[in-house]
């Protein structure tokens, strides 16, 4: 087999069009002021985006993300074999279908004729970072040449409104491209992964009747769950990133940037002190974006990429935890930088 190297070639990110602040009496009017800004002062979290189903079905946005980024990569439908999908929430809007799944239904829509397979996975916040390794897997075995990776994240339509947890969520929309590159270099230079299972009651989404959503699902954590989350959290993602540099013989100062996900200012703050992380190779977007879930990490790449924070060649972490709680670090060596939305903004 010829060796072969991986490129991110294109990331797409969008968020739809309803803005809602903390203080919306629309959604939040049951959530004490009080409660409210002990919990900003907690997370971090100031403003996050809804998807108006007046105005937009997610399906829309989730095909016009995943058409930019094959306009970005310059490729077309065709040219994509392999099609990885992926949704907190994952039944479809308006339709109330669970299955297939989104992967199905996307692909019809793009008319991806030359995909031999599309799946869809589902680790909730690391969901994108697991799919990169998939696809990067699919293209060094020799099953792919350019993959195109989805997640559709529509947390609006589970959340409590009359609780503060409700508060965390927004939605979000994002795309990514993984191409075959002639150069062995380029790609995932090294991984590492670890779940936390006995953790894995912290946090869920179950049916309730007594709350008012779309579907009657509902995320729920109870009332320790931040406190825990404080006491693993912070330290576990950390050990990840150093296992994998470790494997490689680099450390924090060998990486040009960290692409997170973004649950929380302060669990941020706290990887960053624990792996010594000087401010200008990290990006913190919760404050505006609130948690997108799988969609965080790829709308903080698209905004680093906007920003020129990340340069050709550079050496990326691309990190995050997932409430399940599959944990995970990648490694990426880059070649040119990835093409990128130059607006995160939905547009009708």
């Known amino acids: 087999m010829n060796m072969c190297g991986v490129e991110i070639k294109a990331v797409a990110a969008k968020v739809p069009t309803l803005a809602v602040k903390n203080e919306d009496p629309q959604w939040f009017s049951k959530i004490s002021s009080t409660d409210r800004e002990e919990w900003e002062q907690k997370w971090g979290i100031k403003q996050r985006y809804y998807t108006d189903l007046s105005v937009s079905m997610p399906m829309d946005i989730s095909v016009s993300v995943a058409q930019e980024a ?3 990569a310059e490729l077309d439908s065709d040219d994509i074999d392999l099609f990885i999908t992926s949704s907190s929430l994952a039944v479809q809007i308006p339709e109330r279908q669970f299955y297939p799944r989104i992967s199905h239904t996307l692909k019809q829509r793009l008319q991806l004729k030359n995909a031999t397979a599309e799946f869809d996975i589902q680790n909730e916040c690391s969901s994108m970072m697991d799919g990169l390794q998939l696809a990067a897997n699919a293209i060094m075995t020799g099953q792919a040449e350019h ?7 529509i947390s609006s339509a589970i959340m409590d409104r009359s609780c503060v947890n409700g508060m965390n969520f927004g939605d979000g929309y994002a795309a990514m491209i993984v191409s075959k590159s002639s150069d062995p270099t380029l790609g995932i230079v ?3 992964y670890q779940s936390f299972p006995k953790h894995h009651k912290l946090a869920t989404i179950c049916w309730n009747d007594k709350v008012d ?8 954590m109870p009332e320790q769950g931040a406190r825990v989350m404080g006491q693993f959290v912070p330290k576990s ?7 994998a540099m470790k494997k490689v013989e680099l450390d924090s100062n060998d990486i040009d940037f960290f692409v997170f996900h973004q649950p929380a200012r302060k669990l941020i703050d706290a990887w960053c002190a624990l792996l010594r992380i000087p401010e200008h190779k990290v990006l913190k977007i919760m404050e505006e974006f609130g948690c997108a879930v799988a969609a965080a990490m790829p709308l903080a790449f698209n905004i680093a990429l906007q920003q020129q924070a990340i340069a050709d060649n550079s050496k990326i972490v691309i ?7 599959g944990f995970g670090a990648q490694i990426w060596q880059l070649g040119k930088v990835p093409k990128f939305s130059s607006n995160v903004h939905y547009q009708i």
């Not at 990190?319 to 709680?325: E, V």
């Open 70 to 72: 094959l306009q970005l």
């Open 147 to 153: 993959v195109l990776i989805l997640t559709q994240e």
């Open 190 to 192: 090294s991984q590492h």
């Open 213 to 220: 959503t779309y579907f009657g699902l509902c995320f729920d």
């Open 237 to 243: 993602l950390p050990k990840l990133v150093n296992a």
């Open 319 to 325: 990190a995050s935890p997932s409430i399940g709680w």
